[in-house]
């Protein structure tokens, strides 16, 4: 079997091009099977993840800007050869299957390109955010509301990461498959080390300002929080200037990003969350498979289908002083550190590789089955 994925570049750290390189990686090291990936702006520069040498890359070089909307008139008059290059590299590859996995311009104009091969797309983010502007369109964005329902019911199946997401689809071609976990080591944390841990994408989505509110509010503790992840230079400047104000610096520290995530975490005894809206947060899964408790904001939808009372804490949004009230109550009871975590390594379980990559066969081949 031939996977096409499509997506706008690889050597950018993000969850996308973290879940791509281990799908690919999967299906690539499968008998009798062949993984392409498509970019269109992978500027010569190196993956960030490690792929398997087999898999074949094509950069179509269309290099949107990404400083403006797709919708833009400069980036909109690139879209023709866009179109044109994505066909031409279809036809060339006759791939049984294609995947769009970024929210991209292709995700608008795949479906109706090479008509004969099967077309999935995959979501990973929230449509949380769009429900708002839904409500109440604008004339325009009423019409774009339309246009995007029209395309999505032209794909094969539209694979989403959590039951609750399926409410905001129009068409009844979804299905539940969620991220697969990058790695279930075979030693847990020992729940020792009083160091909490966040990790993930340094962005106003994610909440870490609020993070920092909330630690200010427990100071008065021998616990330390790192936070890892890149982000822009500015928001990040902004994040540690509110560290310095509140004179907290001593025991939150922003540590950049790191390739041994795993290491972080199996040294830690909390993970915590505070993003306002999640759709499915792979790194709550690591933190699982680590064995970590987890005390997250219960935002909109991702760590409920993960966390639970038994694995961690969910606390209201926008709480803040629930959040810091639970997790100063876990961070006094070791006992309970070690209960949910141990819980959390079960659940993990049922995220491990071969689980969910056997749930993507058996979607690949019924969409085969039936062209």
């Keep these: 079997m031939k996977i096409a994925f499509i997506i706008d570049q690889v050597y950018l750290h993000g969850g996308i091009e973290r879940v791509l390189s281990i799908k690919a990686n999967y299906f690539a090291s499968q008998t009798d099977h062949e993984a392409f990936i498509l970019t269109t702006e992978q500027k010569e520069q190196n993956p960030c993840y490690s792929f398997e040498t087999d898999i074949v890359f094509k950069d179509l070089r269309v290099n949107y800007n990404r400083r403006k909307s797709y919708f833009h008139p400069v980036n909109l008059l690139k879209l023709p050869g866009h179109i044109r290059k994505t066909s031409s590299a279809l036809r060339k590859i006759k791939p049984d299957v294609v995947v769009v996995c970024s929210h991209s311009a292709d995700t608008y104009f795949v479906p109706f390109i090479v008509k004969s091969v099967p077309k999935v797309k995959e979501f990973h983010y929230s449509r949380f955010i769009e429900e708002k502007k839904r409500k109440s369109p604008s004339f325009l964005k009423k019409l774009f509301f339309k246009f995007t329902d029209y395309v999505e019911s032209k794909y094969d199946r539209l694979v989403i990461l959590n039951k609750d997401e399926s409410t905001y689809y129009k068409s009844n071609n979804t299905v539940v498959i969620p991220n697969p976990l990058t790695f279930y080591p075979e030693r847990i944390a020992e729940l020792k080390n009083k160091r909490l841990i966040t990790a993930g994408r340094i962005a106003p989505v994610k909440g870490y300002d609020i993070l920092i509110d909330i630690w200010k509010e427990m100071n008065e503790t021998d616990w330390k929080l790192d936070i890892f992840g890149e982000g822009t230079r500015e928001y990040m400047d902004k994040l540690q200037n509110k560290i310095d104000d509140l004179k907290i610096g001593d025991t939150i520290k922003l540590r950049g990003t790191t390739n041994k995530i795993q290491e972080e975490m199996l040294n830690s005894s909390i993970f915590v969350m505070t993003s306002h809206n999640e759709c499915f947060p792979l790194v709550l899964l690591e933190a699982q498979a680590c064995g970590l408790p987890i ?8 760590p409920r289908n993960i966390v639970d009372d038994s694995t961690g804490i969910l606390v209201p949004m926008y709480n803040n002083e629930a959040f810091a009230n639970r997790l100063k109550e876990l961070m006094d009871h070791p006992e309970d550190i070690q209960e949910k975590g141990k819980n959390a390594r079960k659940n993990a379980q049922n995220y ?20």
């Design 295 to 302: 005390v997250s904001f219960d935002c909109p939808y991702g």
């Design 352 to 371: 491990r590789l071969d689980t969910i990559m056997n749930k993507w066969q058996a979607m690949f081949n019924d969409i085969i089955a039936a062209v």
